[in-house]
């Protein structure tokens, strides 16, 4: 069995900081989705929608971020949270919608 990948895998984590901050970049998005997973069945409820919620979130702050122009810095990337947060959400809650209603039926 060859051990190259693994060794490389090493390399380019702790490479130096580029490779921190392209782990970092990849990682935080996954780690966000399952604290948000957890938060769910925490609260009793039974989040599917975490893929589409970041997949759109992502994809509305992106277009926000590069369509948006003359506000400064830190307004800037505020605007952006917000508006990926709130493209994000109606997604998660479509999901669950047909579940809430079955519950509220047979209850």
Avoid at 9 to 31: D, K
């Amino acid at each position: 069995m060859s051990y190259a990948p693994i060794r490389a895998c090493g390399r380019g984590r702790s490479g130096g900081p580029q490779s921190i901050s392209e782990t970092l970049v990849w990682s935080t998005p996954y780690i966000l989705g399952g604290l948000a997973v957890a938060f769910a069945f925490k609260a009793g409820l039974f989040n599917i929608g975490v893929e589409g919620q970041i997949s759109l979130g992502a994809l509305a702050s992106v277009f926000v971020g590069y369509a948006v122009k003359d506000v400064p810095f830190p307004f800037h990337a505020l605007l952006a949270i917000t508006v990926g947060a709130l493209a994000g959400a109606p997604v998660g809650g479509d999901s669950r919608l047909p579940q809430g209603q079955r519950r509220a039926r047979t209850k």
